[in-house]
């Protein structure tokens, strides 16, 4: 489809969090210009929108989630970590089916959507299904292997990185593993041998609590990042999740390897795991990006809240009012989660790029005056500012309107009627 996009304010991202007043169009999947408004009367439109001062920029990436934890939302609560994992959502998992995932994973999207993410980094069962889901619904997707000592096996992971890699332009697969805790050290030597024959970066959930680092050098001697890189599991780039407790020589490694320590403040702050050290990341040079982590420990999949929590939590933590600018942040929600995830064609809004973008509202009391437009969309942002989210040039929400062909109802529904037999 050929779109104009007009009146607006363009948040590119290119270099900055720095508004230019002009017109985006696109053309097919692709933006085919941004700049001052000129003559297109040799174009035939398909739509052409009054942007009416309101800002178009690049969709937010949600660099960590398990979409099909929908369920859980609210299941259980007000429970620490292990305890958690251990009595609340293990057991819960082990019921569903890839029908479920792929069912729970479509309420998800309809989430994020309304939150302008146009692009998740999600670590669920069943991969197969959850890009089944994203397909359908036009969501674009970097599935990661939660590989652990319960399953799947190695083979697997490696069926899944050659058969799920290029099924769909909106799909593809990274390896990596749950967390050290969940796999011993020759299942980890098996993946990094894998990992070598594809020359392929590897993500995992890394440091997220002070068990988990505690016990990771009470049987090796090392934390989970330096034992991880002992086995190689870093030698072709990845990253971790969470990197709450990082010590310098950590952090030294991250810096060193290029590896990406995806932050999630909002999951960190309700299990009570800790606040992650982003103001020495970026010091070091660590490229920060950011997830939700899933909504049965957050509860909601809410970019906005996310990078509030992230400035907010890194200004108490180093006591410091001017830690962690909130233009840092912005830029950490859309170009540094892309470039974590690989998805170099959606990091930032330019000609050739891919139509991957939202519209903030601006028309509402929340984003007045305007002061500072982009520190506005971090400080006092919210969903509600969400106008439009539009993925590879396909409006899929718009004005409290999904338009993906649909039924939210029937959605929520389903996702009622699956956790009722779940928790039976």
């Given at each position: 489809m050929n779109i104009r996009f007009y009146h607006a304010r363009i948040l590119?991202?290119?270099?900055?969090?720095?508004?230019?007043?002009?017109?985006?169009?696109?053309?097919g999947n692709r933006i085919a210009y941004i700049g001052p408004g000129k003559d297109a009367k040799d174009i035939v439109w398909d739509e052409q929108i009054d942007c009416q001062g309101n800002v178009l920029m690049p969709g937010f990436k949600n660099a960590h989630t398990h979409s099909g934890m929908t369920a859980m939302r609210s299941f259980a609560d007000d429970m620490p970590l292990q305890e958690w994992l251990n009595t609340k959502i293990f057991p819960l998992e082990a019921?569903?089916?890839?029908?479920?995932n792929?069912?729970?994973?479509?309420l998800a999207i309809l989430e994020y959507l309304t939150t302008g993410v146009t692009g998740i980094f999600d670590m669920y069962l069943s991969p197969k299904d959850i890009a089944r889901a994203c397909v359908e619904m036009g969501m674009r997707c970097v599935l990661v292997s939660g590989l652990n000592k319960f399953g799947p096996s190695v083979a697997e992971m490696e069926n899944?990185?050659?058969?799920l890699n290029?099924?769909?332009?909106?799909?593809?697969?990274?390896?990596g593993v749950h967390a050290e805790y969940t796999c011993d050290k020759a299942l980890l030597e098996?993946?990094?041998a894998l990992i070598h024959k594809y020359r392929a970066p590897l993500f995992a959930h890394l440091s997220e609590t002070r068990l988990e680092t505690d016990e990771c050098l009470e049987r090796y001697g090392m934390t989970p990042p330096q034992f991880f890189d002992s086995l190689g599991l870093f030698d072709f780039g990845g990253g971790g999740y969470h990197c709450v407790?990082?010590?310098?020589?950590?952090?030294d490694l991250f810096a060193r390897k290029g590896l990406h320590a995806v932050t999630n403040p909002g999951s960190n702050t309700k299990l009570a795991s800790g606040v992650a050290p982003i103001g020495r990341f970026l010091e070091k040079g660590i490229n920060v990006a950011i997830g939700t982590d899933g909504p049965s420990s957050n509860n909601c999949l809410d970019m906005f809240r996310e990078m509030f929590l992230v400035t907010g939590l890194a200004k108490l933590l180093q006591k410091d009012a001017s830690a962690v600018d909130a233009h840092e942040v912005l830029k950490m929600a859309t170009v540094n989660g892309a470039?974590?995830?690989g998805l170099s064609e959606a990091d930032v809004l330019a000609e050739g790029k891919l139509a991957d973008l939202i519209m903030i509202d601006l028309h509402q009391p929340n984003m007045q005056p305007l002061n500072n437009i982009t520190k506005n969309i971090v400080y006092s942002g919210s969903k509600q500012n969400v106008k439009l989210t539009m993925i590879d040039g396909k409006i899929l929400y718009r004005d409290g309107q999904f338009l993906n062909g649909v039924d939210a109802e029937a959605i929520y529904a389903k996702a009622n009627e699956i956790i009722a037999r779940l928790s039976a």
């Open positions: 590119t991202m290119d270099g900055g969090c720095v508004l230019q007043e002009g017109e985006l169009w696109t053309s019921k569903m089916t890839e029908q479920d792929y069912d729970l994973t479509k899944r990185y050659n058969s290029g099924m769909h332009p909106l799909i593809t697969y990274r390896m098996e993946v990094s407790y990082f010590t310098e020589a950590d952090m470039r974590a995830m």
